[in-house]
């Protein structure tokens, strides 16, 4: 009978260390995701609201589907040319690290008639400035091609000039991404349809308008959605 109780006087022991146990367990709750979005004019979304940026609206998309994601970073001005980029970013970004990156840059070097080759040069380091604030390195990287504004009632004039010069950017701009592993999603076709259909064109007459925008969520969101997927 004395060698039960200690059985019983151990068992029970055991099962209130078993309990008390659980209560020191820390659950660690998931942070949100962090999106940084780096461009010119085309990222910030001149002359359509905030909530029609496409950086915001692939945000929103993302949510829907039951990402918890912050709102979008968006380092962008309108006129930027990559160099002035250069040396606007590190004043902006110290050592943060985002989920996802994008870049969508070029069309001001175009537009104010900069070397193609210095434009090249400027991409390695805008792409390493996207790498180094990744959390996943390259593989959290996307790009997204310079839509052609030859289109638009503003580059209607020199339309064929600007779509050449566009092409010639954006061969450079993919194959740069190209040595860095980085994938770009072409919305420059879709940048065109703007030719016959008026309202993917904003107020200003040049840049896209909200529905363009969307247009080009959705064409690459399903990539994008995998790619934190993947990752995260």
Not at 19 to 27: C, F, Y
Not at 79 to 93: H, P, V
Request: hydrophobic share 40%.
């Amino acid at each position: 009978m004395k060698q039960i109780s200690v059985i019983c006087l151990m068992l029970m022991l055991f099962a209130g260390c078993k309990e008390n146990s659980s209560e020191n367990i820390t659950v660690v709750e998931q942070q949100p995701l962090r999106y940084l979005a780096l461009g010119d004019s085309y990222t910030i979304g001149e002359s359509v609201a905030p909530e029609m940026r496409w950086p915001v609206q692939l945000v929103e998309k993302l949510r829907a589907d039951g990402f918890e994601i912050e709102d979008p970073r968006i380092i962008a001005t309108t006129g930027w040319t990559t160099q002035d980029f250069l040396k606007a970013i590190d004043a902006l970004l110290n050592n943060e690290k985002y989920d996802l990156v994008s870049v969508l840059i070029g069309v001001n070097n175009q537009y104010q008639g900069k070397s193609i080759k210095t434009y090249r040069e400027d991409l390695k380091e805008v792409f390493k400035e996207a790498i180094s604030h990744s959390v996943n390195g390259a593989a959290g990287v996307f790009a997204v091609s310079i839509p052609d504004y030859g289109v638009t009632p503003f580059g209607a004039e020199n339309a064929e000039k600007i779509g050449r010069e566009i092409d010639e950017f954006n061969e450079v701009f993919k194959g740069v991404a190209s040595e860095f592993n980085i994938e770009v999603y072409d919305i420059t076709s879709i940048s065109r349809e703007a030719i016959e259909q008026p309202e993917l064109i904003a107020d200003d007459n040049l840049h896209p308008s909200g529905e363009m925008y969307r247009r080009w969520v959705e064409k690459f969101y399903p990539e994008v959605k995998q790619k934190l997927l993947i990752e995260n």
